[in-house]
């Protein structure tokens, strides 16, 4: 379901002349889709992880690390979710034996009961790169030996919207290339096995501190765009029911200015095309887009019926232009 927030209402006349047709701006925001191309705005999220590794601590805390920052970054950007964000261990839940990534974040899906599950894999260490072994001069104590170390891994976390029309897969990666790298110093002994070893109880032991910079950097990705949005409300001066739906217009009351609009009784035909336009905006922005499609037909119709009368003025030819721009937003929903 698309969210539409209402930010401000822009009162500047467009058009005002003797006829007395007023177009006015009416300004929103509505909720888009996140920089990884999902809107996850008003859906429940669950968070899956592993702990059956060596590396299970590590997920277990990026889980609780990424949680608190999506909470955060939605409640910034004025998001609500549809409620708080669960966590999981993949191990303690009944799984049956998935065949593909996608088999298994479906059942995620249902066994967390959730709209969008993110899957966290394990640390995968893709590259190490080892200096060479530098003998410190400690002025005739026992020297020390230091190695530098440059490691690239990979952590991805997987998106599976169970809501999205486009049945997709959406990964990011939370790990390091060897251009961008953890990078440090042992104190290196003779045997490389054993260099080996201490690098990587390092590695893991310093990897939680890094990777929480990258969760809180990538938590942001998730979270919805604000779209502003600017529609044209047109008011006649005929009477003041048609005043009153506009204000109603003004307030949001979707609902309630139809009615005033569906009180009022056109006289001719600019009237009538006046008032289906404004009854089918009410409609597109209470969610309705069906009932704004028949009303917009309604509209074509009357402006294919002006133009045979040869009616055409100015604020005719705004109108319409205002109807076909609104006609062509309701057909892409």
């Known amino acids: 379901m698309k969210i539409i927030k209402f930010i401000l209402v822009l009162f500047t006349l467009i058009l005002l002349d003797s006829c007395g047709t007023y177009i006015y701006n009416l300004r929103l925001e509505q909720s ?11 859906k429940s999220l669950a968070i899956v992880y592993n702990t059956e590794k060596s590396q299970g601590y590590i997920n277990e ?71 060479d072994i530098v003998e410190i001069d400690r002025g005739g104590e026992q020297n020390n030996l230091i190695q530098d170390v440059r490691i690239a891994y ?15 897969i959406v990964s990011k990666t939370l790990g390091l290339n060897i251009n961008d790298v953890f990078n440090y ?16 109880e390092k590695f893991l032991s310093n990897i939680e501190k890094i990777l929480y910079e990258r969760v809180r950097i990538v938590a942001s990705d998730f979270v919805p765009k604000w779209k502003v949005l600017d529609f044209h409300v047109v ?83 705004d109108v319409s232009m205002l109807v076909y721009k609104l006609n062509d937003k309701t057909n892409k929903q």
């Open 235 to 317: 008011s006649l001066d005929v009477n003041d029911k048609w005043d009153r739906a506009c204000r109603e217009m003004y307030s949001f009351n979707w609902d309630t200015a139809i009615l005033y609009f569906l009180e009022i009784k056109p006289e001719n035909n600019y009237q009538k095309l006046v008032q289906s336009y404004d009854i089918a905006l009410c409609c597109y922005l209470s969610g309705d887009y069906d009932l704004a499609k028949k009303w917009l037909s309604k509209a074509l119709d009357i402006i294919e019926t002006i133009k045979e009368n040869k009616e055409i003025s100015d604020n005719f030819i």
């Open 61 to 131: 805390k990026l889980t609780e690390y990424l949680s608190k920052d999506l909470i955060k970054c939605f409640s910034e950007k004025k998001f609500e979710l549809a409620s708080k964000v669960k966590s999981f261990d993949i191990k303690k839940l009944s799984l049956n034996k998935q065949s593909s990534l996608k088999d298994t974040l479906i059942n995620l899906v249902l066994s967390t009961q959730s709209d969008i599950v993110l899957l966290l894999s394990d640390i995968d260490i893709k590259e190490w790169k080892l200096g």
């Open 154 to 168: 990979t952590q991805k976390l997987y998106l599976y919207d169970s809501m999205n029309v486009k049945d997709t």
């Open 185 to 200: 110093s042992i104190s290196a002994t003779s045997s490389v096995s054993e260099n080996i070893t201490r690098i990587k």
């Open 32 to 42: 888009n889709v996140s920089q990884i191309g999902v809107n996850t705005s008003g």
